[in-house]
Every structure is written in C-alpha cells, then in structure tokens.
C-alpha cells in the first residue's frame, strides 16, 4: 500500500535519470525532415551507449502550415511526414529502387503501397492487423479521415469556412464525402495505421533498450483541427464555429501585451458532466503511445487565461477557474501512478502548485533561468525538489552556448562562480549542474550535447518564421560524446 502523503510514492519517477531532447523531424535524412527510419534506431543506439534512458520529443501530430508541433490537425493523428519510406521497403511493401527522395513524393510511394495493399499484395496476417488498427481508432480516425479530406477540397480553409452542412456535421453532407472520396478516405486510414505501426516498432526498440519515451501533450488543441470540428459541445464556440474566447498569457516580463495563442477554451462544465470523457480517452490514447507524457501549459488546469475572441492582444483577459483537481483525480484512479510532468513554468500560484503536488506529478526546472536574481531562484539547483525535472534549456530556450554568449559579462561571471569556477568550457558546466542536481530527471536538449551555438535552436516564442526546422548532421556530433555522457551518468548516479 502506498502513502498518499509521501511525495515521490505516486511519482512517476522513481529513480535517478538523464536523458536527451530531439524531436525526430530533426533528424538526419535525405527528405524534408527526419522520420521514423534507420536514423531513428541509430539515435536510440547512441542514447544506450551515451547510458541516456529517456528520449523527449515534442508533439508528433500532422502540423499546419507553419509547422509547429503545438497546433496540430488532431490530437490522435500522426505526421505522415514521420513515415520512413525505408522502413516500407524493409518490410517488403515497396521497392526500394522506387525511393527518390526529391523526385518522389512520400504521398506516391504511400498511394503506390496502398494500392498493392488493397489488391491484395500484402500479407493477410497484417490485413488483419489493419483492421484492427482501424477498428479500434475509429473513434477518431473516421473524423480526422474526413477533416482531412474535406479541408483539402476547399482549398485549406479552416472549418468554419465551409460550407454550412459540412461545418455542422449534417449526415447527408458527411455520406456524400465518403462515397465521392472514399479512396482517399482509405489512404488516410492506412496513412495512420503505417505511421502507428512505424511508431510501435521503434518505441518497442528503444524500450528494448531500456530507453523510455518522453511524449509532450499540448493542454489546448487547434481551433482549426479534426478534434474541435467533431466535437464541437466540448468547446467554447459561438453558432458558426468560431471561438467566443481563446486562451494565451497575460502580460509579463517576456510581452508587454501578453501571448494571444488563439486556442479554443473548452466548456469545462460540459466536460465535467461527461466524466471527462475527452480527457481520459486522449491520455489513455497518449499513453500508448509513451511512457511518460509531458502537459503542456499545466497551469491551465487550476486557472487559465480567456481573452476575447476580437481581443487583438491577449492584455484584456481574465483568470477563469478550472476543475483541475476533479480530472486528474479521475485521471489517477485510471492510470495510477500518472505518469505525467507538469509543464509548471510562468506565473505559477500556490494553487497551481497544490494542483501538482497533490497528484505527485514532478514539475520543471530550467537552468537558463536560474541566474537572474538571488539565492532562493527556484530554478537553482539547491531550491529543487526531489520530484522534478532538470534541463539546460528547453525546445523555447536558445541553446545553452546561445544563451551563456548573450548574457552581460556580470551575469556571466555570476554563473561561472556559481557554478565553481569551471575549466570545462559553456555548455558542459551546466550539463554537469543538472546531472549533479537532486532532480530525479536530467534532461538535455541535444544541441547542448554537440555545444551548439544559438543559431541551431528549434523555436523562438513569439516569432513565425525559421522555427522547428532544425536538424543535426552526425558529424557535428564529438568524438567520445556517448562515453562523456555515460561518464556523467556513472558519475552523478543517473
């Protein structure tokens, strides 16, 4: 019997670890980012050799156009992006002489297996795996099929810009989309099997391994998404679909007018009479997929900021209370200990912090910010909780070399004392901060491992352009690199 009391006794980490973050559309590849191929695999060899026992990636859903992992098409859906082409060809699906990365579309080669798939040129044993796989998606991949679909026919538009029986759902309109797009309805179905399967195969390897995979959850979802469209009663949308509120920031010292993200807000007095159905099958969903699952803006769910859809800004909004502690009390009588981390950073209350601490779940410490005022910075290894997790920088910091040359010289020579006086030069002295620290995760972005610069980070907040298209090249990576980190893992005990 485990004690409620006992902070780390429901704490989804129970030992001391390290661990590396890259999303996999950073990548090495011939295509237009990493996928889910032999790149993959031999980045899980290297995190087993570097003694490294988590990898973290951002959201893996299909992106808009701007192609950020944090306003996805679906909640559920894969990017078909991620697909190795490769990996088809290794399971015998496709001709391997058929792959010409820039001349070839991963759609054709996709469209190609496809219709071989259904000729009957696959094996029977994984016809029925895709049967099985479309049986028990259905609930969401019959409405992402035809998001998919019907969005593509009128040219992009989002939803509420269609025409008004498809906005609405009216089954007449949904019945004629199927008939008339039925195969390419069928192509995505099978889209999403391939991907899920490719997802399977490799998380299986990694955990193999003994390497676990980190997830991240975004708390809100894309207005113009799969999820917002087909349940709409779950949202907080005026009669033609569009949001009468939308969530963000207030204003702090990072935006004199706050971050106006335009998410819709849910209607939480919905949910909460469905027993939060949504909520608990998107975790059930999230969780098979990983083995620990990052939330995303978690202070949303004690309180969250709803701005005025007309709002330009998000400066005239209001703090709304949340049923947090309701769903995640559902959320742990379903999946007990929750293996979640809790995205705490911002403007934290004690009840944000109540909220986090009555469930176990660790929250974050980011040690790019632990230098800009006294002793008692949260953010300083000596003020850490046990159950939390430690990172240089994050996928919205710069990178720590970045970072460390951009600092006035002062603050500069404020960390190197702080951090001893240092021989090793920026980012190690850091890296070595966080894997000596009491948090039982360590978690480094993989820029930091190879002592990039700041023109190598993944996302600046607030900007729209040159964002989450990094990628690394093998060669940029130290010789010795692994045997350093497996080193500082001996070493701190991780």
């Known amino acids: 019997m485990t004690d409620h009391h006992d902070p780390l006794a429901h704490s989804p980490l129970q030992g001391r670890q390290a661990g590396i973050l890259l999303h996999p559309t950073s990548l090495p590849g011939p295509w237009s980012c990493g996928d889910l191929g032999a790149e993959a695999y031999r980045f899980v060899d290297f995190l087993a050799a570097a003694g490294q026992r988590v990898w973290q990636l951002l959201p893996l859903g299909p992106t808009h156009d701007d192609g950020s992992p944090y306003q996805a098409l679906s909640a559920y859906a894969g990017n078909p992006e991620l697909i190795s082409v490769e990996r088809l060809a290794e399971w015998g699906w496709l001709d391997g002489s058929q792959i010409r990365p820039g001349k070839v579309s991963k759609t054709e080669l996709l469209g190609q297996v496809h219709a071989a798939f259904t000729s009957g040129g696959i094996d029977a044993g994984v016809w029925a795996e895709y049967e099985a796989f479309t049986a028990a998606q259905a609930d969401w991949l019959e409405d992402y099929a035809l998001f998919r679909v019907i969005k593509s026919a009128h040219e992009g538009r989002p939803w509420p810009q269609w025409p008004a029986a498809l906005r609405n759902r009216k089954s007449k309109a949904l019945a004629a989309v199927r008939e008339d797009h039925a195969e390419a309805l069928a192509l995505i179905r099978f889209e999403q099997f391939v991907f899920h399967r490719q997802w399977e195969e490799l998380k299986h390897y990694a955990n193999q391994r003994a390497v676990g995979m980190f997830g991240d959850l975004p708390i809100f979802v894309a207005h113009d998404s799969a999820d917002v469209w087909a349940r709409r009663e779950c949202f907080l949308l005026d009669d033609t679909g569009w949001p009468s509120v939308v969530a963000g920031v207030p204003p702090d010292y990072f935006s004199a007018t706050g971050q106006r993200w335009g998410n819709p807000h849910y209607d939480w007095e919905f949910m909460e009479e469905d027993g939060f159905a949504w909520w608990l099958r998107r975790m059930e969903h999230q969780l098979t997929l990983y083995d620990l699952v990052r939330i995303d803006h978690f202070r949303g769910f004690e309180a969250y900021w709803e701005v005025p859809a007309h709002e330009a800004t998000a ?180």
Request: no cysteine; aromatic share 12%; charged share 20%.
């Open 315 to 494: 400066m005239n909004g209001r703090w709304v209370k949340a049923p947090g502690e309701r769903l995640f009390e559902l959320l742990r009588d379903e999946f007990d200990p929750l293996p979640v981390v809790a995205e705490d950073l911002g403007i934290i209350t004690p009840e944000v912090e109540a909220l986090r601490d009555d469930f176990s779940l660790p929250g974050m410490k980011i040690l790019q910010f632990a230098f800009d005022s006294g002793s008692t910075n949260p953010y300083l290894p000596h003020n850490y909780p046990v159950n939390s997790v430690v990172y240089t920088g994050t996928h919205d910091n710069d990178t720590t070399v970045g970072w460390f040359h951009q600092i006035h010289p002062g603050l500069q020579g404020h960390v190197l004392e702080f951090l001893g006086g240092p021989h090793e030069p920026m980012p190690w002295p850091l890296i070595r901060s966080a894997y000596a620290s009491v948090a039982r995760l360590a978690m480094i972005p993989l820029q930091d491992a190879l002592e990039l610069g700041g023109e190598h980070r993944m996302n600046t907040p607030g900007t729209s352009d040159g964002n989450w298209s990094w990628r690394f090249d093998w060669s940029q990576f130290p010789e010795g690199l692994a045997e350093r980190l497996a080193r500082l893992v001996d070493l701190y005990g991780r």
